[in-house]
């Protein structure tokens, strides 16, 4: 059995929680580069040169590429041979963030409760799933969830009889009505079946696939290339100015589901795309 101290845990996330805003993705940094050579509209071109630009000078000085540095969200997949010794797995990850957030003047968005409204004062608490998985590993994967696109996420109990004609005109109709609030270009992710709570947990969580990476089941990554397509032909553009670059990347997740039903959840992410991990 090995062990893992909350201390080595703590340290990782407050990295974690810097590096994400600090330094976008290659991934991202690709697609944005990519985008300039598909973009119809001038003024598209120069959002997507300047959103370049402001990646290029958060990882150079180290300041956050938006203001928004998002609730911190973590999916962890913790080995069945792994112990972790010296406090509780959720503290150290709490105490991660407070740290991370601090130490990096990253802004603090958190409310102790929806109704009063009151600041936490240090982006605590986070989300955090975890997943029990083969070996002794501890890997632990973090996004900053900005407030402006993921209150542009929505999710549905379809009936089965709208089948995928149904789900995709769910999906458009989300990015749509989307538009510039979600700051595009945006990555849609997908969740599909499960239940009510697990589409919208397997939406999210395919937003930690790199741009580009397609799913593995052939007739999905299909639906993918697919919806990008239909996605950027609404002309919302970058950053709602107009143009043919809504969408970097579309990512579908599926998963089994009750006979009676057919859940879809839609989790949009802004291009300030961050997610890290790491694996002790």
């Known amino acids: 059995m090995r062990e893992i ?34 973009e119809k509209s001038e003024i598209g071109k120069d959002v997507i ?14 300041i956050p590429m938006c203001q928004d540095t998002g609730v911190a969200v973590f ?17 150290a990850i709490n105490q991660g963030v407070s740290k991370g957030y601090g130490d990096g003047y990253l802004r603090q968005s958190i409310v ?22 083969a070996g002794d590993h501890l890997t632990i994967k973090f996004t900053a969830k900005g407030g402006g696109a ?15 004609e149904g789900i995709e005109h769910f999906v458009l109709e989300s990015v749509r009505l989307a538009g510039p609030n979600a700051c595009p270009p945006m990555i849609v992710g997908v969740g599909i079946g499960g239940s009510f709570e697990k589409s919208a947990y397997i939406a999210k969580k395919s937003l930690l696939r790199p741009v580009g990476e397609r799913n593995e089941e052939d007739r999905v990554a299909e639906l993918e290339e697919k919806w990008i397509e239909q996605c950027n032909d609404l002309g919302i553009g970058p950053q709602g100015m107009g143009g043919s670059t809504t969408a970097l990347d579309v ?17 949009i992410q802004c291009h300030a795309n961050r997610h890290k991990e790491v694996t002790l």
Request: negative net charge; contains cysteine; hydrophobic residues 40%.
């Open 5 to 38: 101290h909350v201390d080595d845990i703590t340290e990782n996330v407050a990295f974690l929680c810097q590096a994400a805003s600090f330094d976008l993705g290659d991934d991202m940094i690709r697609a944005f580069q990519s985008s300039l050579k598909t």
């Open 112 to 133: 102790r409760d929806p109704l009063d409204r009151k600041n936490t004062g240090d982006n605590t608490p986070a989300i955090t799933y975890v997943e029990m998985v």
């Open 150 to 164: 993921e209150n542009m996420s929505r999710l549905q109990m379809l009936k089965p009889s709208d089948g995928l």
């Open 49 to 62: 040169e300047q959103l370049l630009d402001n990646a290029e000078i958060a990882k150079q000085e180290h």
């Open 75 to 91: 999916f962890i997949e913790l080995g069945y041979d792994c112990n972790i010794v010296g406090g509780s797995l959720y503290d």
């Open 251 to 267: 990512k579908i997740e599926v998963y089994p589901c009750h006979i009676a039903a057919l859940p879809v959840a839609v989790n």
